[in-house]
């Protein structure tokens, strides 16, 4: 008789056969007090199943695999029926596979966990929930199992290992303990290399508790600790530094929650600080003593940064300005120091220029085009700066700049250069007081025995006509006296230049000229003087100063360079009523000697002195093409 549940369907061919299932559920239909269900509803719910299920026979070839187990390694359900369950795992594991089916022959049901391999050759872990089933007579037919993939699981797994173990590996690098205990202070884990310190090896201390750990400590650090951990154990998050066995620790707490959230345990962190409190102790100490050293130093000491805050301050500051440091800090460096450019070229009322001033104080000057620079003085150091007191009043000061590579700031150390000023003001009076005083006497003296010389050579031409001597003696007599006027216009010129007076503005152009036609008649070469397009605005002082660098670069450029054409010329800049006085040779250039401050001539020091005292600047530029160029920039009045 055949039972309703046997009848055919319509998609016969897609299911499998009533005897499968049969065999699958291990539940003959014809002996089961069960009601008779339709192998189609079987059917049905295996192909709902959401694990895979897999049935071989008793010589491991496939009978059955639902779509879920086909999908698990890649194949379509068809594709696996008739293979061998051997064919879907390595070499491998198909000798634990032969162990683990012979256990199905003994009718031995076990779960494990097993390795197959995809049909794209990939590896998936599963596990297996086994059993076996066997006709009426015990004979073993074929086993069926359960299939679970966790390959994700195991990966998932195999990641939280590396992360653990790499978490391991580097708390035992570093001075570092971590631990957890549950929420009776019983210690679930504890490991880092901070246990070695105090003789412990990585969960050593597990299933103790902590009240009985800090036994080990002096009473109030133990009380102290207790305390901390009751904290973080009602769900507070705990920070504290404590004492162990010498060293210094810093703690941190976090509590564990469960499902409902409330407090199950903790998880400890502790930090060995010891030798970073030392070394801040050592740095606090390098500080006291740095700043002991500034607020002892006689010169003004500034911190200031990108912006031209002043950061800080040294004591000698406080003197310096008539500010305390209190006030220095937060102020704009420019509202106490300021250029000479800046002091001579603001209308009154006007606030100092800050940009111009942090320009020339943070930026470097720009490489000369086709020039090679020697001994420029243009950078901070050398700039003429006024520091401006409490009261307004002003103190020649110089500059000095540093800065720590990767810190944006900028220590200024100002010294007040009063004493040195007045000092080269006296040498430069000195030294054009000795001029003067034989320019003087080669006009008093020398001229007027030139001029004596000159009549009695007069009288004798004189005598020589009147006596009708002969022509010889006559010609001889007059070559004598015009040698003599040219001597005597050498002297007086040689003399002016000497003793020359103050001169304003005006007078600085026609001295300049006055100059170039000397060096044209005395020395017979061309010397050009190139005029300004307009007049200049300069106080006496200045003009004087000028001249006397004109002159000086002058006879260097005689004495040195070999040159056959010297330009002197003044030139108005754009700018800030910027001007420069320049003096051009075409020679052979001077050796980088000649310009060093400690090898150099004194006459070359004057002229820097001569810059400075008028708020200017000297430059040198030599070259080999070029020749030797010497300029002083300065500033015209506003």
């Not at 004492?243 to 564990?256: K, S």
């Not at 606090?284 to 800080?312: F, K, M, P, Y």
């Not at 520091?387 to 009043?393: H, T, Y």
């Not at 360079?561 to 030139?571: F, R």
């Amino acid at each position: 008789m055949v039972l309703e549940s046997e009848k055919k369907t319509e998609n016969d061919d897609e299911l499998c056969s009533d005897k499968t299932i049969e065999n699958l559920l291990n539940l003959p239909f014809e002996t089961t007090a069960l009601p008779k269900i339709s192998p189609l509803i079987y059917q049905q719910l295996l192909k709902t199943m959401r694990e895979g299920l897999w049935m071989i026979d008793a010589n491991g070839i496939t009978s059955f695999v639902n779509d879920q187990m086909a999908e698990i390694l890649g194949y379509e359900s068809s594709e696996m029926v008739g293979k061998s369950f051997f064919e879907f795992m390595d070499p491998s594991s198909r000798r634990d596979a032969s162990v683990l089916f012979e256990s199905r022959r003994d009718g031995i049901s076990e779960s494990h966990e097993f390795q197959f391999v995809t049909k794209l050759g990939e590896r998936r872990w599963t596990v297996l929930v086994c059993s076996s089933f066997s006709n009426q007579s015990g004979q073993f037919q074929g086993a069926v199992a359960t299939v679970y993939d966790i390959s994700e699981k195991r990966r998932e797994e195999l990641v939280h290992r590396e992360n653990e173990q790499s978490l391991r590996m580097l708390l035992e690098k570093l001075p570092v303990t971590a631990w957890s205990i549950d929420h009776d202070y019983r210690i679930l884990s504890s490991y880092g290399h901070g246990l070695k310190q105090m003789g412990l090896e990585n969960n050593q201390l597990v299933g103790t508790s902590l009240k009985d750990f800090v036994k080990r400590l002096d009473r109030e650090t133990g009380d102290r600790l207790l305390a901390e951990h009751q904290k973080a154990l009602e769900g507070e998050s705990v920070q504290f530094e404590s004492q162990a066995f010498g060293r210094v620790i810093y703690n941190i707490l976090e509590p564990l929650q469960g499902s409902e959230g409330e407090p199950i345990g903790l998880i400890g962190i502790s930090v060995d600080i010891t030798e970073r409190n030392e070394s801040q102790r050592r740095l606090q100490e390098s500080e006291a003593h740095q700043r002991a050293i500034l607020n002892t130093a006689i010169d003004a000491i500034l911190s200031v940064d990108e912006a031209g805050v002043i950061i800080s301050a040294n004591t000698a500051s406080e003197k310096f300005f008539d500010y305390s440091q209190v006030e220095l800090i937060g102020m704009f460096i420019h509202e106490i120091l300021v250029s000479h450019f800046n002091i001579f070229n603001r209308p009154v009322g006007q606030k100092i220029n800050c940009g111009n001033d942090l320009e020339m104080i943070y930026k470097p000057v720009a490489e000369m085009t086709g020039l090679k620079k020697r001994n420029i003085e243009m950078d901070q150091a050398n700039l003429h700066w006024f520091a401006l007191k409490r009261d307004g009043s002003k103190v020649p000061v110089e500059i000095s700049t540093g800065q720590i590579d990767g810190i944006p700031m900028k220590t200024m150390v100002i010294r007040d250069v009063s004493s040195i000023r007045a000092l080269q003001r006296q040498l430069v009076s000195i030294t054009e007081d000795q001029e003067r005083r034989i320019g003087q006497e080669l006009h008093d003296d020398i001229g007027q025995e030139m001029t004596g010389a000159a009549m009695l050579t007069e009288a004798l031409i004189s005598d020589l006509k009147r006596l009708n001597m002969g022509s010889e003696v006559l010609e001889l007599a007059e070559r004598i006296q015009s040698r003599l006027a040219r001597s005597r216009g050498v002297v007086r010129k040689l003399a002016r230049g000497l003793a020359l007076e103050v001169i304003d503005s005006t007078g600085l152009c026609h001295e300049l000229e006055e100059l170039s036609t000397s060096i044209r008649a005395l020395h017979l070469l061309d010397c050009i003087w190139d005029p300004p397009e307009r007049s200049l605005n300069i106080d006496p002082e200045t003009a004087t100063q000028l001249f006397r660098i004109a002159q000086e670069a002058v006879n260097n450029a005689l004495k040195h360079s070999g040159a056959t054409m010297i330009e002197i010329g003044l030139t108005e800049k754009l700018g800030l009523n910027s001007w420069e006085l320049k003096i051009t040779d075409n020679g052979k250039g001077i050796s980088e000697s000649i310009w060093n401050d400690e090898v150099g001539g004194m006459g070359l020091r004057i002229m820097r002195y001569r810059a400075k005292l008028i708020g200017g600047q000297m430059e040198f530029q030599v070259s080999a093409e070029a020749g030797t160029r010497v300029i002083c920039n300065f500033q015209e009045l506003a």
